[in-house]
């Protein structure tokens, strides 16, 4: 189901501008050329998340569908989607442990050499590793959250019985 590939896309890249197109202005704002790079982060992760959460989706329609039609050229169209969904959250995974390993190696090192503009430059990484993780995470627990919401009965409104 393609559409749902494209709505993934379409739906991160929106909130990936106005997520990391917030946090650049936050940084301006502060001056700080650093909060202004988290931006830039920020908006990358969540175009990713938006179009592995949308692969996820058209994979599992396809895959149910061709189950239920007893297709195979749907079924292997899902089984590959989900396959290439799973596969770019574990590189994202990788890619983020490098660069958690790198930025805490430069604190540890430069400790021990007492070189402070590396302890700062690996503190900096972990934090930026960090927010930007942080928020990845945090927008697909949102998107679970949505699913499994419950519907708050409004005490505004008048029961109307007809006559």
Request: proline content about 1%; hydrophobic content about 40%; aromatic content about 4%.
């Amino acid at each position: 189901m393609g559409f749902l590939k494209e709505l993934g896309q379409f739906a991160g890249e929106v909130t990936g501008k106005v997520l990391g197109g917030t946090v650049r202005v936050a940084g301006e704002l502060a001056g700080s050329p650093f909060i202004k790079e988290n931006g830039n982060g920020v908006e990358k992760a969540t175009i990713n998340t938006g179009k592995t959460v949308g692969q996820l989706a058209s994979g599992t329609y396809d895959m149910a569908s061709g189950v239920i039609r007893k297709d195979n050229t749907a079924l292997d169209a899902g089984l590959a989607d989900i396959g290439g969904a799973v596969t770019n959250t574990a590189r994202g995974v990788v890619v983020s442990a490098k660069y958690v390993y790198q930025g805490g190696k430069d604190v540890v090192v430069g400790m021990k050499d007492e070189d402070m503009e590396r302890v700062k430059l690996g503190a900096k990484h972990l934090v930026a590793a960090a927010a930007v993780t942080t928020l990845a995470v945090g927008l697909v627990d949102a998107m679970d959250g949505m699913e499994s919401a419950e519907l708050i009965e409004n005490s505004n409104i008048d029961d109307i019985t007809p006559h």
